[in-house]
């Protein structure tokens, strides 16, 4: 039998919270919430059986848990163990019973569901996969072409939505026009003050060279006809098809680069 100590400690282990009772005229009602946006993932109550269609009125405790998607929602429910969620929106919410029907691992799995799908937007990209991104640079602006001629790192325009430990692609725009180098964010959210003509900088990135692709190659034109980009003006994500060329495609060669100081300070 799967006891509801045994939910709250997964909890308190991988999420570093703890259940709270809100309605005083049910303290065996638990509830689990996000600390950011208060929502909840998961809600562990005791009611009859008979209430759920099995036979008796001795009470059992159910969790409460919401999934992604409805029709997952009507699938679950035919198993045995998995039933309607117990008053809340029913739509996506299902309650699994606790009393060893369904395995604790599988419980656990579905308040992990439950969990990614009621966290905030915020919390959401701050706790996602590494990220592909294709980002711009303007040969007017900086010298892109020669920019790992002596170093494997450099710093550069802060992107939105890119974090650490993300990829970008970097292309170089006319005259160049291709995708120059693969490298891995190092660093985000450097402040950096820099302002001229019409480019304004507030935090810069610290990346890492990976590699360097022939500027015949992934050209504009390819990016146009083979893969549907037809602008490259700020950070975007890139479809499958281009990242597994990309990765596929052979590098120029590389030599060992020293790395050297800039001006950026460590914060």
């Known amino acids: 039998m799967i006891m509801r100590e045994d939910i709250f400690d997964y909890v308190r282990k991988k999420y570093n919270?703890?259940?709270?009772?809100?309605?005083?005229?049910?303290?065996?009602?638990?509830?689990?919430?996000?600390?950011?946006?208060?929502?909840?993932?998961?809600?562990?109550?005791?009611?009859?059986?008979?209430?759920?269609?099995?036979?008796?009125t001795e009470k059992t405790d159910i969790i409460n848990v919401k999934t992604g998607d409805p029709l997952l929602a009507d699938l679950l429910t035919q198993q045995q163990g998995f039933f309607r969620g117990w008053q809340m929106n029913r739509g996506n919410w299902i309650a699994i019973i606790l009393d060893g029907t369904?395995?604790?691992?599988?419980?656990?799995?579905?308040?992990d569901e439950s969990f990614a799908v009621t966290a905030s937007r915020q919390y959401k990209e701050q706790n996602r996969p590494a990220k592909?991104?294709?980002?711009?640079?303007?040969?007017?602006?900086?010298?892109?072409?020669?920019?790992?001629?002596?170093?494997?790192?450099?710093?550069?325009?802060?992107?939105?939505?890119v974090r650490q430990d993300d990829t970008v692609f970097i292309y170089a725009a006319a005259p160049v026009s291709a995708i120059l180098y693969e490298c891995t964010v190092l660093k985000t959210d450097i402040p950096y003050n820099y302002a001229a003509d019409r480019l304004t900088i507030h935090a810069v990135m610290r990346v890492k060279l990976k590699k360097k692709y022939d500027p015949k190659y992934f050209t504009f034109e390819k990016l146009k006809k083979e893969y549907g980009i037809f602008a490259v003006r700020g950070p975007?994500?890139?479809?499958?098809?281009l990242s597994k060329a990309l990765h596929q495609s052979g590098a120029l060669s590389m030599s060992s680069y020293p790395v050297v100081d800039d001006t950026i300070p460590e914060y």
């Open 17 to 56: 919270i703890e259940a709270d009772h809100p309605l005083p005229t049910a303290p065996d009602h638990a509830v689990m919430r996000h600390p950011d946006n208060r929502k909840w993932f998961a809600v562990i109550l005791e009611v009859p059986k008979n209430k759920l269609g099995m036979k008796g």
């Open 102 to 111: 369904v395995p604790q691992e599988e419980i656990c799995h579905w308040i």
């Open 132 to 161: 592909e991104w294709l980002i711009p640079a303007n040969p007017a602006y900086y010298d892109i072409v020669h920019a790992f001629d002596e170093t494997d790192e450099i710093i550069w325009k802060q992107g939105k939505g």
């Open 236 to 241: 975007r994500g890139i479809p499958a098809s």
